[in-house]
């Protein structure tokens, strides 16, 4: 009797286990979640000799697109509805692609082969007022056959090899803009009017310092400190800063964070600062920058006082003109704060911007702070989201020159680390820093 009830109760707790391995399969299997299908496509359309247009035809579920159009013109967006027209000046072969990239970090890509052919120079260009700020113009190169490159002149500017730029007019008048094109040698030029109607509401008219990158090589280093090294710069970060990760090309700024060891680092990148070469009080600084995307990526341009080696950080001030930290919710936002010592005590305040649709490495942004006696105003394309009132004693930090940082940062407390959808590399793209005072 003793033995059957053993073998019964043995029975019983090798069924009882089997149940229990066979519910733990039977649960794995039903509640993994197999990756959605997606296939790349596009359509290519031939507006005339030079201009093609895009059309993302893609079918399935996916986070983003890449798009690199074969001239050294690569963008990624995750708008899928939006269309691309570009200029292929060199008579060649082009081959283009499109890689989707899916909320599990996997990608696919589509190619094709443009063929531009040989065709008659006809220099022209659109400028349309833009209808959300009528102190902008937006000018289209539409001209077509080959040429060598071309540049817009208006006012005092000159913008080299840009097919689509938004030019700021501060005043109300009437001005001529000028787009010189040159072909083998010799330039053909045609122009147009515009009319502002209206001053630009708060511009301060004198431009006292700025670096619009219209040379090749490293940052200019007149204007330009190369901070380098390890050690998580306070914040845990994962990056080594290095001298080779920041190179100005194209009339571009472009900060690249890579996934390569350093010593103890497993990413580098770069980081720049105007530390005792150039600092000010008081005026209005933007950048005009296009930003990187994915988990772990933290951007910035910002101010520190500069003071900081004496009095220590947080009293010497940080003014963060613009942070990103990157992620699958995060590409679309960013934040501008303040930071400074409250009696002994780290104190800040701060706002976030998010776009209405796409991502900040869909396109350029113009990214700015005003700042005076009274307040800091911070704005994304002249659209304003942060004020701060710096009248109070302990906001003194606010009341003395400050210095100017661009840097690419990869992990760290705030953002996180890098994850598999993290895709390398990275690129921070800069295509001015400018300052104004009365």
């Given at each position: 009797m003793?033995?059957?009830?053993?073998?019964?109760?043995?029975?019983?707790?090798?069924?009882?286990?089997?149940?229990?391995?066979?519910?733990?399969?039977?649960?794995?299997?039903?509640?993994k979640?197999?990756?959605a299908?997606?296939?790349?496509?596009?359509?290519?359309?031939?507006?005339?000799?030079?201009?093609?247009?895009?059309?993302n035809?893609?079918?399935?579920e996916?986070?983003f697109?890449?798009?690199?159009?074969?001239n050294?013109?690569?963008?990624?967006?995750?708008?899928k509805?939006?269309?691309?027209?570009?200029y292929?000046?060199?008579?060649?072969?082009?081959?283009v692609?499109?890689?989707?990239?899916?909320?599990?970090?996997?990608?696919?890509?589509?190619?094709?082969?443009?063929?531009?052919?040989?065709?008659?120079?006809?220099?022209?260009?659109?400028?349309e007022?833009?209808h959300?700020?009528?102190?902008?113009?937006?000018?289209t190169?539409?001209?077509?056959?080959?040429?060598?490159?071309f540049?817009?002149?208006?006012?005092?500017?000159?913008?080299?090899n840009?097919?689509?730029?938004?030019?700021?007019?501060?005043?109300?008048?009437?001005?001529?803009?000028?787009?010189?094109?040159?072909?083998?040698?010799?330039?053909?030029?045609?122009?147009?009017?515009?009319?502002?109607?209206?001053?630009?509401?708060g511009?301060?008219?004198?431009?006292?310092?700025?670096?619009e990158?219209?040379?090749?090589?490293?940052?200019?280093?007149?204007?330009w400190?190369?901070?380098?090294?390890?050690?998580?710069?306070?914040?845990n970060?994962?990056q080594?800063y290095?001298?080779?990760?920041?190179?100005?090309d194209?009339?571009?700024?472009?900060?690249?964070?890579?996934?390569?060891?350093?010593g103890?680092?497993d990413?580098?990148?770069s980081?720049?600062?105007?530390?005792?070469?150039?600092?000010?009080?008081?005026?209005?600084?933007?950048?005009?920058?296009k930003?990187?995307?994915?988990?772990?990526?933290?951007?910035?341009?910002?101010?520190?006082?500069?003071?900081?080696?004496?009095?220590?950080?947080?009293?010497?001030?940080?003014?963060?003109?613009?942070?990103m930290?990157?992620?699958?919710?995060?590409?679309?936002?960013?934040y501008?704060?303040?930071?400074?010592?409250?009696?002994?005590?780290?104190?800040?305040?701060?706002?976030?911007?998010?776009?209405?649709?796409?991502i900040?490495?869909?396109?350029?942004?113009?990214?700015?702070?005003?700042?005076d006696?009274?307040?800091i105003?911070?704005y994304?394309?002249?659209?304003?989201y942060?004020?701060?009132?710096?009248?109070?004693?302990?906001l003194?930090?606010?009341h003395?020159?400050?210095?100017i940082?661009?840097?690419?940062?990869?992990?760290?407390?705030?953002?996180?680390?890098?994850?598999?959808?993290?895709?390398?590399?990275?690129?921070?793209?800069?295509?001015?820093?400018?300052?104004?005072q009365e």
């Amino acid at each position: 009797m003793k033995k059957n009830k053993f073998h019964k109760i043995q029975t019983v707790f090798t069924y009882a286990a089997l149940f229990i391995l066979f519910t733990f399969l039977f649960v794995q299997i039903g509640c993994k979640k197999e990756e959605a299908e997606y296939t790349p496509a596009f359509g290519i359309t031939q507006i005339d000799a030079n201009h093609v247009q895009y059309t993302n035809e893609s079918t399935g579920e996916y986070y983003f697109m890449t798009w690199d159009f074969g001239n050294g013109t690569t963008v990624t967006t995750t708008d899928k509805k939006e269309s691309f027209v570009f200029y292929y000046y060199e008579a060649k072969d082009y081959e283009v692609s499109l890689r989707l990239t899916n909320y599990v970090g996997g990608n696919k890509t589509a190619t094709k082969t443009v063929t531009i052919s040989p065709a008659e120079l006809i220099e022209s260009f659109t400028a349309e007022i833009d209808h959300d700020d009528p102190n902008y113009v937006i000018l289209t190169n539409t001209s077509q056959g080959t040429y060598d490159s071309f540049k817009w002149l208006y006012l005092d500017m000159e913008i080299e090899n840009e097919f689509e730029y938004k030019a700021f007019f501060p005043f109300a008048g009437e001005y001529n803009i000028q787009l010189v094109v040159n072909k083998d040698g010799a330039d053909y030029s045609t122009s147009q009017q515009v009319v502002i109607e209206q001053d630009a509401e708060g511009y301060l008219p004198g431009l006292v310092w700025s670096d619009e990158f219209n040379y090749t090589g490293n940052p200019n280093p007149d204007k330009w400190n190369m901070e380098t090294g390890g050690g998580g710069w306070g914040n845990n970060e994962l990056q080594y800063y290095t001298e080779d990760n920041a190179y100005v090309d194209n009339g571009v700024l472009t900060i690249t964070a890579k996934e390569e060891s350093v010593g103890e680092n497993d990413y580098t990148s770069s980081r720049i600062t105007t530390q005792n070469k150039f600092d000010f009080q008081y005026g209005r600084i933007e950048a005009r920058i296009k930003l990187p995307y994915g988990q772990g990526l933290w951007p910035a341009f910002w101010m520190l006082g500069e003071n900081i080696n004496t009095v220590g950080w947080p009293a010497c001030g940080e003014t963060d003109i613009m942070e990103m930290v990157g992620g699958v919710n995060s590409d679309n936002t960013v934040y501008c704060t303040l930071h400074w010592d409250n009696d002994g005590e780290h104190a800040e305040y701060g706002k976030s911007y998010t776009l209405s649709s796409g991502i900040f490495a869909d396109e350029f942004h113009v990214f700015s702070v005003t700042w005076d006696e009274s307040e800091i105003i911070g704005y994304v394309d002249g659209n304003q989201y942060f004020a701060a009132d710096i009248t109070p004693e302990q906001l003194s930090e606010f009341h003395q020159n400050f210095f100017i940082i661009l840097n690419l940062a990869v992990g760290g407390n705030w953002p996180g680390s890098p994850d598999d959808t993290t895709i390398f590399p990275q690129t921070m793209e800069v295509d001015y820093v400018r300052v104004f005072q009365e």
